[in-house]
């Protein structure tokens, strides 16, 4: 089944940087477009950065020029590279493939808290 593990998380001031990991199985890695999401307590989750099979990126306009995602298909990971990271940032940040399937599975999250 698809498991979605991701880590690197964690609490760092305004202007500080993070670099989130998501370990990927399960599915055939190197043929899925995969993202990252992010979720703020009482909002909705959002997409906020997205790299394709062929190595294709886009990103959020909330987060575009600080955010940086890659993948490593030998080591079927994701990663996001956070920096200048602002408190509205603030959230739960998960990965998965893109679009995001109507019904499960998430993985348990990372969160990442700025303080100001």
């Known amino acids: 089944q698809v498991q979605l593990v991701e880590s690197g998380g964690g609490l760092v001031q305004a202007g500080g940087s993070l670099r989130l990991s998501c370990a990927v199985s399960?599915?055939?890695?190197?043929?899925?477009?995969m993202a990252w999401y992010r979720q703020a307590p009482g909002k909705q989750r959002e997409r906020v950065a997205f790299?394709?099979?062929?190595?294709?990126?886009n990103y959020a306009d909330s987060v575009k020029g600080r955010f940086t995602i890659s993948r490593d298909s030998a080591k079927n990971t994701v990663y996001l590279e956070m920096n200048s990271l602002k408190p509205e940032d603030t959230a739960v940040y998960y990965c998965?493939?893109?679009?995001?399937?109507?019904?499960?599975?998430w993985g348990q999250g990372t969160q990442v808290t700025v303080s100001s």
């Open positions: 399960g599915i055939r890695f190197r043929f899925n477009d």
């Open positions: 790299i394709g099979r062929g190595g294709v990126t």
């Open positions: 998965n493939v893109s679009p995001p399937p109507r019904i499960g599975p």
